[in-house]
């Protein structure tokens, strides 16, 4: 089976979703990672509507775009398990609709313990305690 060139979908910020996708059929690509914010939702929702995930289903059928994955990306090395345990939640709100919009996978990341953003490095990524933190984050969580 040969590749497929995609993109994260949100690489082309737009208005709207319908706007978002045309943006990724303009480029001459139909694979795309998703997520939730090309829909006007944070990535990570507490919730997220029916008619929502209907319609994401829908503009992404009408382009004929292939939904490789959704991100699912939150802190799983947060030193606050509070944080962690909210995405631990939020992860299992977004797998209860990647049948219903088109996908089974969910693409993660480690994360950091920089407490104010999740992308930045901290000098205790590497410590034990924070490799722990994601051993028990994703022991917490057979979604």
Not at 105 to 110: D, E, N, S
């Amino acid at each position: 089976m040969p590749l497929e060139p995609g993109i994260f979908a949100k690489t082309f910020p737009r208005s709207s979703l319908a706007a978002n996708l045309d943006a990724v059929i303009q480029h001459d690509l139909h694979c795309i990672q998703f997520n939730l914010a090309c829909t006007g939702l944070p990535s990570m929702p507490d919730s997220i509507e029916p008619q929502v995930v209907a319609n994401i289903r829908r503009e992404v059928q009408a382009r004929g775009i292939t939904l490789a994955a959704v991100s699912g990306t939150f802190n799983m090395a947060h030193p606050d398990p509070q944080v962690r345990e909210a995405g631990l939640y939020r992860l299992a709100v977004l797998a209860e609709i990647c049948n219903d919009i088109g996908t089974n996978i969910i693409t993660l990341c480690t994360g950091t313990r920089d407490l104010a953003d999740m992308w930045r490095w901290h000098a205790e990524n590497s410590s034990p305690e924070a490799w722990q933190d994601m051993l028990e984050t994703d022991a917490a969580n057979p979604v």
